[in-house]
């Protein structure tokens, strides 16, 4: 949308995004690091969590 010219403002209006800085802030991650940016990054990783599991198992068994 905002390739095609169109004003962040308005952007965020048809999105139902109250906060235009936030747009913004997505814009600049998705820009610069593609999906990959929009991710969520807070708390632990799903892997870490399934690697603890398979550890726990895998001593269990021992």
């Known amino acids: 949308m905002r390739l095609q010219g169109i004003p962040k403002a308005k952007i965020a209006e048809e999105l139902g995004i109250q906060d235009v800085g936030r747009l913004k ?7 610069e690091q593609g999906d990959f940016g929009l991710m969520e990054h807070r708390g632990r990783r799903k892997e870490y969590k399934d690697l603890e599991r398979e550890v726990k198992r ?3 068994e021992n």
Do not use: Q, T
């Not at 802030?25 to 820009?31: G, H, L, Q, T, V």
């Open 25 to 31: 802030i997505w814009m600049r991650k998705y820009r």
């Open 58 to 60: 895998l001593r269990l």
